[in-house]
């Protein structure tokens, strides 16, 4: 009776531990938000647009794998469109095949959160993916703005890659341009060109940060370039999309 009762106190502080042990591992464990766009019209081409399938796949897989907990939200809420020519197979990679085969993620972008029921308050960094569609939605969504000058002064990171710092363009901090003598990068001016849309995009994402301030850098077309300012990160195209996912790790893994 004695061993049965020993037992039962040992199973029970080991669960009680256990507990305790999942509860602490969950407050401890850092939550990014993913803001995505819901706009799904190339200006007045006719054509399709929406986030670039590897600016999401490769920063979320890079973060999931380290044990960072993942929101996503976007304007209407719902299911986010994908950029069909990012679901080219002459586009994919290890992250977007993945992507493609994880009926998890699928289901969880099927029930994105209303970016206007977000607080920032719940999460330690937001993130943006690419793509051309938020040049049109998220660069003038309130709720965006405000988000990312909450983050920011909450000293929290803010990171963004390709098209999505245009999101920055109407982004003030204190009544300045975020972005005034930091330094940014973004899709170029030239690979906007080589990809024939300088007349279609509402404006070039280069151009608009340089005359808020920004000091814009970049690397050769199409090849992996990312900048650190501090708590904003950008990333030039959709192969900077891991470098700028390593660098918010660093900054996440930084504040313990």
């Known amino acids: 009776m004695k061993r049965i009762a020993l037992f039962a106190i040992i199973a029970f502080t080991a669960s009680t531990i256990l507990a305790t042990a999942q509860k602490t591992n969950k407050k401890s464990m850092k939550k990014v938000l993913f803001v995505v766009t819901s706009n799904d019209k190339l200006g007045n081409t006719g054509e399709k647009t929406g986030f670039w399938s590897e600016e999401f796949a490769a920063p979320y897989y890079e973060l999931l794998d380290q044990g960072i907990e993942i929101t996503i939200a976007t304007p209407l809420g ?4 994908i950029d069909p020519k990012s679901a080219d197979p002459a586009s994919a990679t290890e992250d977007t ?7 998890t993620l699928q289901e969880k972008l099927k029930h994105t959160h209303k970016l206007s029921t977000i607080n920032q308050a719940d999460y330690d960094a937001v993130f943006y993916p690419g793509g051309h569609g938020p040049l ?4 003038e969504d309130k709720n965006s703005i405000a988000l990312i000058e909450s983050f920011y002064t909450h000293n929290k990171p803010v990171a963004f890659v390709c098209h999505a710092p245009a999101v920055l ?3 003030k901090v204190k009544g300045d341009y975020l972005v005034k003598g930091k330094k940014v990068t973004g899709f170029t001016n030239e690979e906007e060109e080589a990809v024939g849309l300088t007349k279609v995009v509402p404006f ?24 650190e300012d501090g708590l904003l990160i950008t990333g030039q195209n959709p192969a900077s999309s891991k470098l700028v996912a390593g660098k918010l790790l660093q900054q996440l893994n930084a504040k313990k």
């Open 136 to 139: 049109w939605d998220l660069v």
């Open 204 to 227: 070039l994402l280069e151009d608009a940060l340089t005359q808020n301030g920004g000091v814009f850098s970049k690397g050769p077309n199409w090849q992996p370039y990312s900048v």
């Open 169 to 171: 363009k109407n982004v």
């Open 78 to 81: 719902g299911q986010p469109p």
């Open 97 to 103: 095949k993945r992507f493609d085969a994880d009926k």
